[in-house]
């Protein structure tokens, strides 16, 4: 069989840039708003991810936060938890779940135990929805092919999640590069 691989091999190879990959941040928009109801909050997951990645592209399966080590959308949730403060559903929830915990009064001991509660549950949902909002994103971004994700953890990597497993987010080189180019 003849292979015509060794026919380029005078040819050198240079790494893709963006000029030659055809990525720039305008294409990066574009792809997101074709592939998500929320390009917004998409790029800005995004740019965290390749804020905190490594020299690979790759972030988690756990990422250092404060002094423990936390799942890398764990980590994304509590960063970008602050943009719903002002939210009417999450005033919403908060009050919802005080007046659930303030109707079973009679089973905390102390106004202070009734406190810690509320502050425990309303982290505990903010957490839940945050998550899923995270992985909605990182959908949109996987659809638009511009980060790639796989689940290591317990035995071995694996390309479904469960069983033990973390996310890992992988940004492709062009996409990086349009990312950190600056553009005029």
């Not at 998409?42 to 020299?55: F, H, T, W």
């Not at 949730?77 to 109707?103: F, G, H, K, V, Y």
């Not at 638009?144 to 071995?156: D, F, M, N, S, T």
Request: charged share 25%; with cysteine; proline share 5%.
């Amino acid at each position: 069989m003849f292979h015509q691989a060794d026919l380029f091999d005078h040819v050198e190879r240079t790494p893709p840039t963006i000029a030659s990959a055809g990525v720039a941040l305008p294409d990066l928009v574009e792809r997101v708003s074709r592939v998500s109801k929320r390009p917004r909050y998409v790029l800005l997951i995004l740019n965290l991810i390749a804020k905190a990645a490594g020299e690979n592209g790759s972030l988690g399966p756990y990422v250092r936060s404060q002094a423990d080590l936390v799942p890398v959308r764990d980590w994304l949730c509590q960063a970008l938890a602050p943009l719903a403060n002002r939210d009417c559903r999450r005033t919403a929830m908060i009050a919802a779940i005080r007046s659930e915990l303030i109707a079973q009064a009679d089973a905390f001991e102390g106004a202070s135990d009734l406190a810690q509660r509320q502050d425990e549950e309303i982290e505990a949902r903010i957490l839940r929805s945050g998550r899923t909002n995270v992985s909605r994103a990182v959908s949109d971004l996987v659809r638009a092919g511009l980060l790639r994700r796989h689940y290591q953890g317990y035995r071995v990597d694996h390309p479904n999640r469960g069983a033990q497993r973390e996310a890992v987010y992988t940004i492709p080189l062009d996409v990086r590069l349009a990312l950190a180019s600056r553009y005029r």
